[in-house]
């Protein structure tokens, strides 16, 4: 008896090639110009390809500006997504833009700004959108470089992003951050699709999948590295409508019934909840830390009022063995916005930003690398603050 192979989700086809330290994204990818049309015109012969990423990942601006080739932005991030188009024929596959690192760093390890963050991925993807392309995927990046670059492609009306982090066996990426967290961060910005890879064991994908299904509202995707076992492959096909994968040659040539289009022009359609029935709400809600995922109730218990003076690190240091659900951070001056910002390393619970100001709730919220908390006590109108749960997944309580 044959084995129900199951669905076949679409496949995005990663184009990017390995660009060793120190050389130059330039060389690597104007010279594999052929190599790289030719993988596509082939590997686009499988019907459940349905788009292809161009090699955009080390042309952003900061990596360009390594090599003395920041003039050279719109160049070379416009060659690459003509090197993907002109070798496809079908033209419903759609054609994209991969996003990686920015080579900036915030505190504690680094010294950049958020803000410095979010204008290097603006620039890229500004372009990149000016050549064409119709959707980003952001991989291979910390979270806050892959925060930033949504924050970008929102800042100027690039809603299309699937966001893929690479994870160990526990869920966790480099940083520590946990699959759930980032998931729940993600998806409440309002991403097309979140997925996850497993460099080391990528049967482990399955696993975390699995465990991230029940909190999905967006497709979940997984990136499948060459030399991945076919029975993964099909394991992950089960969970995921979408994989991204380097190398489609062990896929079996069936089409997809995923229509990709419609999956990256979709406005995601996110569970929301009843504010009048918060007191009585029995499900709880999934805020997020930088690192980890934290199931509170709207009810949840707040701290003392936190300022963000220049003892900021010692009150946070101070509260944490307080029995609190959340951190209560008061924000009244963009010195405040400076001061939270550098230090929201430090909070191992979510917090909960209080401040009668927009403009300041805004730009704390772009700042925090979580998913934030606002005490609607405060006096900030429900426009506002509508908007702003559905860009930056503010949770009102």
Do not use: W
């Amino acid at each position: 008896m044959n084995s129900d192979p199951g669905p076949t989700p679409a496949i995005i086809l990663v184009t990017d090639p390995q660009i060793p330290q120190g050389v130059s994204p330039k060389s690597v990818i104007l010279e594999n110009r052929e190599r790289g049309a030719q993988l596509v015109a082939v590997s686009c012969k499988n019907p459940a390809v349905r788009a292809v990423c161009a090699p955009t990942a080390a042309m952003n601006v900061e990596i360009l500006r390594e090599f003395s080739l920041q003039n050279e932005l719109h160049e070379l991030n416009a060659a690459a997504i003509g090197i993907a188009r002109s070798a496809i024929s079908d033209k419903s596959i759609c054609v994209g833009a991969t996003i990686g690192p920015c080579g900036l760093e915030l505190p504690p390890e680094g010294d950049d700004e958020v803000e410095t963050m979010i204008d290097a991925y603006r620039a890229q993807i500004r372009v990149l959108m000016g050549a064409g392309a119709e959707f980003f995927l952001i991989m291979n990046v910390s979270l806050p470089e892959a925060r930033a670059a949504v924050i970008a492609s929102d800042d100027i009306g690039a809603k299309q992003c699937i966001v893929i982090f690479d994870m160990d066996d526990d869920g966790k990426d480099e940083d520590d951050v946990d699959a759930l967290s980032a998931l729940s961060m993600f998806q409440s910005m309002g991403i097309a699709a979140f997925g996850i890879s497993c460099r080391e064991r990528p049967e482990a994908a399955v696993e975390i999948l699995e465990e991230l299904s029940p909190h999905a509202q967006i497709p979940l995707a997984a990136l499948v590295f060459r030399g991945t076992d076919k029975d993964t492959i099909s394991r992950l096909s089960k969970i995921c409508p979408i994989l991204a994968m380097y190398d489609v040659s062990e896929m079996p040539n069936n089409k997809t019934n995923v229509d990709f289009k419609e999956v990256i022009s979709s406005e995601p359609q996110l569970e929301e909840s009843d504010e009048d029935d918060n007191e009585d709400a029995d499900e709880p809600i999934v805020a997020a830390t930088a690192r980890e995922a934290h199931f509170i109730y709207p009810f949840v218990d707040l701290s003392e009022e936190i300022r963000c003076s220049e003892n900021l690190p010692e009150d946070i240091l101070e509260a944490e063995d307080e029995p609190f659900g959340a951190y209560r951070v008061v924000i009244e001056t963009e010195e405040d916005v400076a001061a939270f910002s550098d230090n929201q390393y430090m909070f191992d619970r979510p917090v909960c930003i209080c401040t009668d100001n927009p403009e300041l709730l805004e730009a704390a919220l772009r700042e925090y690398n979580g998913r934030a908390l606002f005490d609607n006590t405060y006096d900030i109108d429900d426009e506002t603050l509508s908007y702003f749960e559905k860009r930056y997944g503010l949770i009102r309580l």
